[in-house]
């Protein structure tokens, strides 16, 4: 019979890291020999029994509000800033880097328009972040006073829906189904909280979670935009 | 607007492997829901917040591909994210629940994850499965949380009340071996990571190398060692 097989190499056995022949040759051995046999099977049934563990546990019910707390008021940053840049397709970006500018007076007319828009809605959305006063509690505790401009909102959002709606007949039916499924639950929360605020309308929650949910409805509308303007 | 808009009539998911940064949709594989977001949902609506709302939408949101999601959770929706965290959590609970071997840090840890992972959302290409992104950043968090915790407290063992831990973790994994999971959150802070990554997570040793941030050598001589400690632990 053959040497022992070491322990290290048991190991290996089970996790697959010996050649063809080596194990092979390892299995022939543990045939014939109990000692290596017992081993190898022991450690067999516990990797067996680790890999049979369930894979999914019930997380505690309040920690997605401990999340939402922690990241209200915030959007995901981009790796360049982490305010308020609006994020175009790599592609997009490459695409039109390589083609050849030429834009007619309208074009460029339009493109200009498109960009103060986008412009000012980013700016009211940055003006919309928390707002903290010296010895005010940090947003993640949720004692924050949101500073909003409606009327700023308002012209904002106007004029980003004209350009949209401008878009519209160009848009690929996927887009337009996306753009709208998300402007309709942006919406639904809009007057949720609305109706949540008639209730309680000194809830600084409700009113973070308003200007959130503003901002989530100019940057859908930003993008579509933006985009808009990319390709023309 | 002077002609269509050629990018935006043919949709970026018919585009192999088209990185995107925007919401628009994808043809991308649409996962099977979890059956537990629902019961999730229900959980959560009596938690506090706006919960008709809330579970509303997580139940709305059910059928909506994970990659659509990820796709508005990009611009800001955290009702998207939200519904995010309803259908992968309990993947990524289990993850920290065994990492640290304490219930209390398993929380905090997965609070940190979905934290990170909305930060760093809008660097989510596509090039993977954002379930497979956010597993890997979820390790990556709670190794740099417990390489932190350890430098500070390396006296310290995960947690010295075992019986609380197996508690837990029955209750968030009913039909769990008892004896195993306090086999294995017995084990050494380092043993425990790399055996939990290796023998039920299922990385490879060169992953895991990687993400550990030691050698090959190193981590299967810790995975021998951790199978030798739980199955010590397991005749006891």
Redesign the interface.
């Given at each position: 019979m053959s040497e022992h097989i070491s322990?290290?190499r048991t190991?290996d056995l089970i996790?697959g890291?010996l050649s063809s022949e080596a194990a092979e040759r390892a299995r022939s051995h543990i045939a014939l020999c109990a000692d290596c046999r017992e081993r190898h099977a022991?450690?067999s049934e516990?990797?067996t029994?680790?890999?049979s563990?369930?894979?999914?546990?019930?997380?505690?019910?309040?920690?997605?509000?401990?999340?939402?707390r922690?990241?209200?008021g915030?959007?995901?940053?981009?790796?360049s800033d982490s305010a308020d840049v609006l994020?175009?397709?790599?592609?997009?970006r490459h695409?039109a880097a390589r083609r050849r500018i030429s834009f007619?007076l309208?074009?460029l007319a339009?493109a200009s328009m498109v960009f103060a828009v986008v412009s000012a809605s980013a700016i009211w959305m940055a003006v919309s972040q928390p707002a903290q006063t010296p010895g005010q509690a940090p947003a993640a505790v949720g004692t924050v006073r949101f500073v909003a401009d409606e009327a700023a909102y308002d012209t904002a959002l106007d004029e980003l829906l004209t350009i949209v709606e401008?878009?519209r007949p160009?848009?690929?039916p996927?887009?337009l189904?996306?753009?709208d499924q998300?402007i309709a639950?942006?919406d639904?929360?809009i007057a949720?909280?609305g109706t949540?605020l008639e209730s309680d309308p000194s809830s600084e929650l409700l009113h973070s979670?308003l200007v959130?949910q503003q901002?989530?409805k100019l940057?859908?509308l930003s993008?579509v935009a933006t985009?808009?303007e990319a390709?023309? | 607007m002077a002609r269509p808009i050629p990018s935006l009539i043919a949709p970026l998911g018919e585009v192999p492997e088209s990185p995107r940064g925007d919401f628009l949709p994808t043809k991308r594989p649409v996962l099977p829901s979890n059956p537990m977001t629902d019961k999730q949902a229900h959980r959560q609506e009596g938690a506090g917040g706006i919960p008709t709302h809330a579970t509303r939408l997580l139940s709305a949101s059910s059928a909506e591909p994970l990659e659509a999601l990820v796709d508005r959770a990009k611009l800001g929706d955290t009702r998207a994210f939200e519904s995010l965290y309803g259908r992968t959590a309990e993947r990524i609970y289990a993850l920290c629940l065994r990492m640290s071997g304490n219930s209390d840090d398993a929380t905090d840890l997965v609070q940190d994850v979905y934290v990170r992972a909305w930060e760093k959302l809008t660097s989510f290409r596509g090039d993977s499965l954002f379930t497979t992104w956010l597993h890997r950043l979820a390790v990556n968090v709670t190794l740099e949380k417990r390489r932190s915790v350890g430098r500070r407290l390396s006296h310290e063992v995960s947690d010295p009340d075992l019986d609380r831990y197996a508690r837990a973790a029955v209750q968030a994994m009913p039909g769990t071996r008892v004896d195993l999971e306090r086999a294995i959150a017995g084990l050494p802070e380092k043993a425990r990571q790399v055996l939990v990554l290796r023998d039920v997570q299922g990385y490879k040793y060169d992953e895991i190398a990687r993400m550990t941030g030691v050698s090959l050598g190193t981590v299967k001589a810790q995975i021998h060692r951790a199978r030798g400690l739980v199955k010590e632990a397991l005749e006891r």
């Open positions: 322990l290290e190991h996790d890291l022991m450690l516990l990797a029994d680790l890999r563990l369930p894979r999914d546990a019930t997380p505690p019910p309040d920690v997605w509000e401990a999340i939402s922690r990241i209200d915030t959007v995901p940053s981009t790796e994020v175009l397709p790599v592609a997009t695409e007619t309208p074009q339009a401008t878009a160009y848009l690929a996927e887009t189904l996306a753009l998300s639950e942006i639904a929360a949720d909280i949540a979670m959130n901002r989530s940057r859908v993008q985009l808009t390709q023309s | -």
